[in-house]
């Protein structure tokens, strides 16, 4: 496909269960934001890679959140011992070079802490 | 922290009626930049604005960006169904590198 994916598009898990998001970027995009959307509120940053490099991650907001992009591609975002807090859509957008570049968002993981 | 405040929080109009939301904040921004979103899927860029008083038009919709680069408004002429969605400013700090802030967005309902 030609936009950005992101799977599983739902995640329910019980509190204390680790997660696992993926983000499939545009091909040969060099740089992938990972948000968090709670309800009723915009996206809010967690962290930045320009290729696989993690640039900014003053958004992350425990150590239980932890996002890796081994390979410059795809990115995923774990969450340890996830709580019911933790329960929000998690948005992932990738830009074509670099910083002020027209960000494509994917659909979104809506996780769901029991 | 939201740092941009987006009003209304929902705005309920019929066919052909037209519609302006805002956003508002204190602090300066090197630009600004407007998204709708719709249930189920990610953001989609509208518009980005750089220059105090801006003013850019995308069809039926009027962005401006504040003389102070503080605030932003978003007009909507005749609204069509099609323009139902979570409209969301998101703000890039002065002292930031493309990491932009958003607001909380305006749910916008347009009913035939």
């Known amino acids: 496909g030609a936009g950005v994916s992101q799977s599983p598009r739902y995640k329910v898990a019980k509190r204390g269960q680790d997660v696992a998001l993926r983000c499939d970027p545009i091909?040969?995009?060099?740089?992938l934001f990972w948000y968090q959307q709670a309800l009723g509120q915009g996206p809010e940053f967690l962290t930045y890679f320009q290729n696989e490099a993690q640039l900014d991650k003053s958004g992350l907001p425990s150590d239980r959140f932890f996002a890796e992009r081994p390979e410059g591609s795809v990115s995923t975002l774990k969450i340890q011992r996830t709580q019911q807090e933790d329960s929000a859509v998690y948005l992932c957008a990738s830009t074509a070079t670099g910083l002020q570049e027209t960000q494509y968002f994917g659909p979104g993981t809506r996780l769901l802490v029991l | 922290t939201q740092l941009l405040e987006q009003s209304p929080q929902f705005l309920s109009i019929q066919e052909g009626e037209n519609l302006t939301v805002y956003c508002n904040s204190s602090?300066?921004?090197?630009?600004l930049q407007w998204y709708r979103q719709e249930p189920g899927e990610g953001p989609v860029l509208l518009v980005t604005?750089?220059?105090?008083?801006e003013v850019k038009k995308l069809k039926r919709l009027t962005f401006q960006f504040g003389d102070a680069r503080k605030d932003s408004s978003l007009h909507i002429t005749a609204a069509q169904p099609g323009d139902t969605g979570l409209y969301l400013c998101a703000g890039e700090g002065t002292d930031s590198w493309g990491k932009f802030q958003f607001g909380a967005g305006t749910q916008v309902v347009v009913t035939p």
């Open positions: 604005v750089v220059t105090g008083g």
């Open positions: 602090s300066v921004f090197s630009s």
């Open positions: 091909s040969g995009h060099v740089s």
